[in-house]
């Protein structure tokens, strides 16, 4: 009963228009007496209530004393507000002020329904792009969205760990992700539409699934810049992977030691070993190791002060 009241409210009805309602339903032909009886409320409070209810043609009233009330049908009451509240958008759509200001403040969405159903509105928005960045879990979610979007003419790409399940028309980018950072921090994700909404969030972890929107110029631009550097970065490793790996490191980690300032001691290596572990240039020259000593063990002092006695002799 419970629920169904919440939804008769969600319609218009006031909480006492709605228990009304259900006690008709339910008995059928009733005295306004009778309802007040059973919901354990006034009768001058429940005869307001029938009679604004009549006003807005949910119930019938008998003549005569003492009155009685009766429920209009449900799919009779349902059509009517259905046709009353389409006649109001397009009336609002209509005459409502036109607000073609840019967003470029910083909007914040919390939430999981509220953040993924305004994704999904802003998808199907797209006029001409749509650049998103996604983790599976992501992906699977706005599965319907993302395969309606190029039929809307807009071109869609997507980047992403993992498989998944696009129509062709749909570029998809692979990239490498640490997966075990998003249990904790959660998984981050940003779409870019039209190269002017930007929508930034975080998904799963241990926090609430939380979003940033917004058209800041910067923000924009960042985000497109940034897009297409995993792409130029993907097209890269397909077509020279093993070359740039040899020469940069797995991921490029020789580069980005370079730049991050981490100590090159500190940092593990492509075989699993820390720099430590690899002897410096220079230090192994011909088999004679740093301490001094040549590859058999001996020692090279030794060697060369044999060396000096047999030539006094």
């Not at 119930?59 to 046709?83: C, D, K, M, N």
Request: net charge neutral.
């Amino acid at each position: 009963m419970e629920d169904v009241l919440l939804h008769l409210k969600n319609l218009g009805f006031t909480d006492l228009e709605a228990k009304c309602l259900h006690v008709l339903a339910d008995n059928g032909t009733q005295t306004g007496y009778e309802i007040a009886k059973q919901l354990g409320v006034s009768r001058s409070n429940v005869y307001s209530a029938l009679q604004k209810l009549a006003e807005k043609g949910a119930v019938l009233t008998s003549h005569g004393e003492p009155t009685h009330y009766q429920s209009v049908p449900i799919e009779e009451i349902g059509e009517r507000i259905e046709a009353e509240l389409q006649a109001s958008i397009r009336y609002v759509k209509a005459h409502m002020p036109k607000q073609e200001a840019q967003r470029s403040e910083y909007f914040s969405l919390e939430g999981d329904a509220k953040v993924m159903e305004r994704i999904r509105n802003e998808l199907r928005k797209a006029k001409e792009e749509a650049l998103l960045d996604l983790w599976p879990e992501e992906a699977k979610l706005l599965k319907s969205e993302l395969r309606q979007v190029p039929s809307q003419g807009v071109r869609l790409l997507v980047a992403t760990t993992g498989e998944v399940d696009l129509p062709g028309e749909v570029h998809l980018f692979k990239h490498r992700r640490d997966e075990t950072s998003s249990v904790r921090s959660g998984r981050k994700f940003t779409v870019l539409i039209d190269r002017k909404l930007a929508i930034i969030g975080t998904r799963g972890g241990d926090e609430p699934t939380l979003a940033m929107l917004t058209e800041h110029p910067a923000m924009v631009e960042l985000l497109h810049a940034h897009f297409f550097q995993d792409v130029i970065l993907h097209e890269l490793q397909q077509d020279m992977g093993t070359k740039l790996e040899d020469k940069y490191g797995k991921n490029f980690k020789r580069i980005i030691q370079k730049y991050s300032g981490v100590k090159e001691a500190d940092t593990v290596t492509d075989e699993g070993k820390t720099s430590e572990d690899k002897p410096s240039e220079g230090k192994l020259i011909e088999g004679k190791s740093s301490e001094g000593k040549s590859a058999d063990g001996k020692s090279i002092e030794g060697k060369s002060a044999e060396g000096k006695k047999k030539k006094k002799k």
